[in-house]
């Protein structure tokens, strides 16, 4: 059974920090890996995909890394602000569904 | 764009009552899912459907049950609600299998 780990569960950091997600899971047979955002009392919104076959997926300040061999993937956020401040969740594609890491809560303190 | 619309919002129920969770999506998705979201567990696939006409179990499908109305529509319900079962309930959907998946913004249930 497919097991998503996200370090930290917390984390706080000033505005215009550099900051890495992490996220790690246990069998390296997947489709695809995807990073989420959710707002509190709000749904999910999809933040990049990357595909098994790709390495690396960027839009605007985000970068997220993939390697399948060694079961990790990272988040990265350039230039942090406030407004990022929310919980992250990746989720791994398998035959058929994802399964979910229990997320990183991020405070960007102004 | 609605995307992903969930109804109701927010609903209380007391114990042993019935309701069903609507959802409809207007991207002309195949795939559709139920999840669970609870502390310290994440989400949990409740049941999913991959495709018009077909449903299958997740990971947690005990006391729910589907219906994929339609390509559009996928209700979710509950027949004897158990306090067990309070929880925020999202639906999701996919253009096929294993692609980028949009939520809805939840259902809050409480059962009392």
């Known amino acids: 059974k497919q097991e998503v780990t996200q370090i930290p569960a917390a984390l706080s950091v000033p505005e215009g920090e550099n900051l890495v997600l992490n996220c790690s899971f246990t069998?390296?047979?997947?489709?695809?890996l995807q990073w989420f955002r959710q707002d509190p009392g709000k749904g999910l919104t999809s933040l990049l995909l990357i595909q098994s076959s790709q390495r690396e997926q960027t839009s605007g300040r985000l970068n997220a890394s993939l390697d399948k061999s060694s079961g990790r993937s990272t988040l990265y956020i350039a230039a942090s602000q406030p407004g990022d401040s929310a919980t992250y969740l990746c989720?791994?594609?398998?035959?058929?569904?994802?399964?979910f890491g229990k997320g990183t809560m991020l405070l960007v303190s102004p | 764009n609605a995307g992903v619309t969930q109804t109701p919002k927010f609903q209380v129920l007391k114990t042993g009552q019935s309701m069903t969770l609507q959802c409809a999506q207007d991207?002309?998705?195949?795939?559709m899912y139920w999840y669970r979201q609870d502390p310290g567990m994440g989400l949990r696939l409740i049941y999913y459907?991959?495709?018009?006409?077909?449903?299958d179990k997740g990971e947690v499908p005990n006391g729910y049950n589907v219906s994929r109305l339609n390509k559009r529509e996928f209700s979710l319900r509950l027949e004897s609600a158990a306090p067990s079962q309070t929880s925020v309930y999202f639906c999701?959907?996919?253009?096929?299998?294993?692609?980028?998946?949009?939520f809805g913004e939840g259902s809050r249930l409480t059962v009392l």
């Open positions: 459907s991959a495709s018009e006409g077909t449903t």
């Open positions: 989720a791994v594609g398998g035959y058929s569904t994802l399964t």
């Open positions: 999701a959907s996919s253009e096929v299998g294993r692609g980028e998946l949009f």
């Open positions: 069998d390296s047979a997947i489709y695809n």
């Open positions: 991207m002309n998705h195949n795939s």
